[in-house]
């Protein structure tokens, strides 16, 4: 296990469209129960551009010697960033998709866009979060949602939500200890989720 001395020298800094490939292999390395990691590396890589370029969204990196070890993405305006994906990279996402994956794709999103379009419990929201094994225990998932949290403050969002597998136990009691508070169980792209949610 690394030298705790040592993971106290560490930065966050803002995810930039050249840290992609990074992050993706991150998310399909330890985010493996996403639906969104079933779809595929390209499908992944056009997600994420967006979730580092949009005005609407976040990502920030967690570097200890300069080496990045985790990540947080987190949206601003869920159904703004979501809305745009599904309308100006549509054609992206059908090309970057096999014929199987694709259908599977437009089945869920059909059976969730009640959920999607429909009002949920605010607008901002966490959406991925990963940290190398190597580095586990000391807070740095932790840290990454108290950055989050700081830069939904300066843009005036004061309440955050976050969905997480029914049966991941380990990030349910990670935004537990961060206070968040269990909301509701939806079903979502064929999952069952639990949502939590904070006053900031």
Do not use: W
């Not at 992609?20 to 493996?32: A, S």
């Not at 869920?108 to 605010?122: A, D, R, T, V």
């Not at 935004?175 to 509701?184: A, E, G, Q, S, T």
């Amino acid at each position: 296990m690394p030298n705790k001395n040592n993971i106290a020298e560490h930065t966050m800094i803002k995810a930039k469209i050249s840290d992609l490939d990074y992050i993706v292999d991150l998310h399909i390395k330890y985010i493996g129960d996403s639906f969104f990691t079933y779809l595929g590396r390209k499908f992944l890589k056009i997600i994420y551009s967006e979730l580092i370029l949009s005005k609407y969204a976040s990502t920030y990196l967690y570097a200890v010697d300069n080496k990045t070890i985790g990540y947080i993405s987190f949206v601003l305006n869920k159904k703004i960033i979501f809305i745009k994906i599904l309308f100006t990279r549509c054609l992206s996402i059908i090309f970057c998709l096999n014929f199987k994956t694709f259908l599977k794709c437009i089945f869920y999103c059909f059976n969730s866009m009640g959920y999607i379009l429909k009002k949920q419990y605010c607008k901002s929201e966490l959406l991925f979060i990963a940290v190398d094994d190597t580095y586990r225990n000391n807070r740095i998932a932790s840290k990454l949602i108290d950055l989050a949290e700081i830069v939904m403050r300066q843009n005036n969002i004061f309440k955050v939500q976050v969905s997480i597998n029914d049966d991941n136990f380990v990030s349910q009691n990670l935004v537990k200890d961060n206070k968040y508070i269990f909301y509701k169980l939806f079903n979502f792209y064929g999952k069952k989720m639990r949502m939590y949610y904070k006053l900031l």
